[in-house]
């Protein structure tokens, strides 16, 4: 039996590691292969981040939750390398399994290499090229470490290679975030603090600390959501770092059609992405749930990791800093852009990986 411990810690890892978990299910129904032990790091300690995505995806329940959460990253670093080592050590796995770029990700990287255990790095390979994101070294050093290095993007495997990583360690295997959105596409569920059945709206999420702990870089994407707001209805999911930014000294106060809500589930996001005009964001992940949706997304940052969307004409890599945004949207919005191509593959990532991995 091939023994596998998965670490996560953030909303975005726990929706990946529930297409695995399924897939790891149906390939267990006629006998156990493989065993699953899911590592909690507590990164997202927030109700709304957390508990909701392993109800609603019906993952299998954390068999450790490490309760980190809340501190700096190098805290926070610090003490899950600490506790996911102890954990890792009394599983004895074949293999850990990381994805993305968080934290957790580079905490379980480090942890589970000092003791040398093989590790799968689900979507490696992305670059910004902006080394002040806390993202991009965190992708980096798990590259690293890794094993497996599962690709979602053909822009992702020629990084590596330019990099210099072996090719028998690359695994071009497309992006498990739509083996999700085509399993849970129909599974829609309208906010429940919505009074209304809104449509033809904006869909918006700021959640970087880039974006968010800069408080100028922040009222200029408030006051730009404003602007906005004057010909359409915005819905604001509001991610917690994101809140505590709004009961700070800001200079922008709110229009009344700027409606925010908590961190919306999986099921409401794919509501709110159905029935948006458009998509607002500084979320790698919410960039392709767009573009699997089929709407337009504006990227408020100033590098994307996802840079065959900008190739597309469905995504706009739009600064907070830079002059004339309303017009560069304007400009973007009139633009035709092209659905029909499948950069992030068939939807069949997870049984790539596992027949990988086994």
């Excluded at 210099?164 to 829609?188: A, C, E, P, Q, T």
């Excluded at 890599?317 to 017009?327: A, F, I, R, W």
Aim: positive net charge; proline residues 4%.
């Amino acid at each position: 039996m091939l023994k596998i411990t998965t670490i996560i810690g953030a909303r975005p890892q726990f929706i990946k590691a529930s297409a695995l978990s399924r897939e790891i299910k149906k390939f267990n129904q006629d006998k156990k292969k493989i065993d699953e032990a899911i590592i909690h790091t507590g990164q997202h300690y927030d109700k709304n981040m957390s508990d909701i995505f392993f109800h609603e995806l019906n993952i299998p329940k954390p068999k450790y939750y490490l309760g980190v959460g809340g501190g700096s990253h190098g805290e926070n670093t610090g003490r899950m390398i600490e506790l996911i080592e102890k954990k890792i050590i009394k599983e004895s796995p074949d293999l850990c399994i990381v994805y993305g770029d968080t934290d957790s990700t580079l905490a379980a990287s480090i942890a589970a290499t000092k003791i040398n255990i093989p590790i799968a790095h689900i979507e490696a390979g992305l670059r910004s090229g902006n080394k002040f994101m806390p993202e991009e070294i965190n992708r980096i050093i798990a590259d690293q470490c890794a094993d497996y290095l599962f690709c979602p993007t053909l822009n992702s495997v020629k990084n590596l290679k330019n990099e210099g990583f072996k090719n028998n360690k690359i695994f071009h295997v497309g992006d498990i975030m739509f083996d999700n959105f085509l399993f849970f596409k129909n599974r829609k569920k309208i906010p429940s603090f919505l009074k209304e059945d809104l449509k033809d709206f904006i869909f918006c999420t700021i959640h970087r600390s880039e974006n968010t702990d800069n408080k100028n870089k922040f009222n200029k994407i408030l006051k730009l959501l404003n602007k906005l707001s004057k010909h359409k209805k915005i819905i604001f999911s509001v991610h917690p770092r994101t809140f505590n930014m709004f009961s700070s000294s800001l200079k922008v106060s709110l229009s009344k059609n700027i409606l925010l809500s908590k961190p919306l589930s999986m099921f409401e996001t794919f509501w709110a992405l159905e029935n948006c005009n458009f998509v607002v964001t500084d979320s790698g992940g919410l960039q392709k749930e767009a573009f699997f949706a089929k709407k337009k997304c504006i990227t408020l940052r100033e590098q994307t990791e996802w840079i065959e969307l900008s190739d597309l004409k469905v995504n706009l890599l739009l600064s907070p800093s830079s002059t004339h945004k309303e017009e560069k949207i304007n400009n973007f919005l009139a633009l035709v852009p092209n659905f029909k191509k499948r950069p992030y593959g068939e939807g069949k990532t997870s049984k790539k990986i596992l027949s990988t991995i086994y």
